[in-house]
């Protein structure tokens, strides 16, 4: 865990926010495991691993055997002529995939973006992958740190507490970001 603190302080330090350790302690309060085994399938085409959708909490850490099928979405920017495109994750012995859950991209006032992901099936091999999910507590209240606020000078989000972030992502199915749509400001 000591890892995922370093990162948080780092992507936090780059924004000119000084996250001390109390703080660290409320973001990354909760840890939830998963074991995901996605058995081969006849027809991938036709099948969804994990349909497209960006992790609820904070930072994820995710090892993956060496199968593949792990998807990230890039952004469309036209500013700086980049389609938004689907790009495999590809397994690499000993490494973790990292990444920034929606709490990040709220606290960033959006600097940081989500990575929206999903997997695809094999019809060759079956595949596991293991995430560890960190998540504030649920009591935590989160909105757009004053500091990156103040330079933007818009607050994109609102403020929220997270166990109602939790409740909306749950009670909806996957659908890309959407599950953001909650936190955002003048969301039409
Ligand atoms: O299996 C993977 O590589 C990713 C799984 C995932 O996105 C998730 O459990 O949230
Ligand atoms: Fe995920």
Known sequence: MSMVRKLLQVLLENLGVKLEDSMIDVLVDKKMVNMNYYPTCPNPDLTVGVGRHSDM??????????????????????????????????PVPSALVINVGDMVQVLSNGKYKS???????????????????????????????????????????????????????????????????????NSA
Do not use: C
């Not at 995710?62 to 495999?88: A, N, P, T």
């Not at 999903?118 to 960190?134: C, H, N």
């Not at 009591?139 to 997270?162: H, Q, S």
């Open 57 to 90: 909490g904070t930072l994820t850490i995710l090892l993956q055997d060496g199968i593949g099928g792990l998807y990230v979405k890039i952004e469309e920017d036209s500013e700086f002529g980049k389609k938004g495109e689907w790009v495999e994750i590809p």
């Open 115 to 185: 990575a929206e992901h999903r997997v695809r099936t094999t019809s060759t091999k079956s595949r596991v992958s293991i995430p560890i999910f960190t998540m504030p507590n649920a009591t935590a209240k989160i909105a757009p740190f004053p500091e990156v606020v103040e330079k933007d000078g818009n607050t994109l989000y609102k403020e929220f507490v997270f166990v109602d972030y939790m409740k909306n992502f749950f009670s909806n199915a996957h659908d890309g970001k959407k599950s953001l749509d909650f936190a955002k400001i």
